[in-house]
């Protein structure tokens, strides 16, 4: 393995499991200015536009917070795996809902993020969890097995 990026993603890991709303200030430490995010909601390029989307979750989630599960680093790419812990602000309030998913990172030279691809299941992870939307979403993967 290479460890040329490992500084870099030591940094990134650190930042997104004690994220907060204080802590997106750093995001352009981290990120290339012309850095490109991509999940299944949002395609953006710019730490403006990236910073935005976790301003965005900190408003629409209470208590949003990752916890990385793994990693695997060769040369200047990354990816992570992750468990992502939430509250609903307009649902169920009570139960933490767990979204499971990784993280593709490439990195330039100077060990800043170039690309963050995001990939989880946004219908099983997500749609599923809410309220009357979900039991479609059940209903709907029930039909497909059979």
């Not at 907060?20 to 981290?30: A, D, F, H, I, K």
């Not at 730490?47 to 949003?64: D, G, K, N, W």
């Not at 990172?105 to 969890?129: P, S, T």
């Amino acid at each position: 393995m290479n460890t040329s990026h490992a500084p870099a993603l030591d940094r990134v890991i650190a930042f997104f499991e004690h994220l907060s709303p204080e802590s997106l200030g750093s995001l352009n430490q981290l990120y290339a200015p012309q850095a490109r995010f991509k999940d299944p909601f949002n395609e953006v390029e710019g730490t403006q536009a990236i910073r935005a989307i976790f301003v965005h979750m900190f408003q629409s989630l209470q208590e949003p917070r990752f916890v990385v599960t793994g990693r695997v680093q060769q040369g200047e790419q990354a990816f992570l795996t992750w468990d992502f812990h939430f509250r609903f602000q307009r649902f169920d309030t009570s139960t933490v809902q767990t979204i499971r998913g990784a993280t593709h990172l490439m990195f330039d030279h100077q060990g800043q993020i170039v690309l963050h691809r995001d990939y989880w299941d946004a219908a099983e992870e997500l749609y599923e969890k809410l309220p009357g939307i979900g039991a479609l979403m059940r209903w709907l993967k029930r039909r497909a097995r059979q």
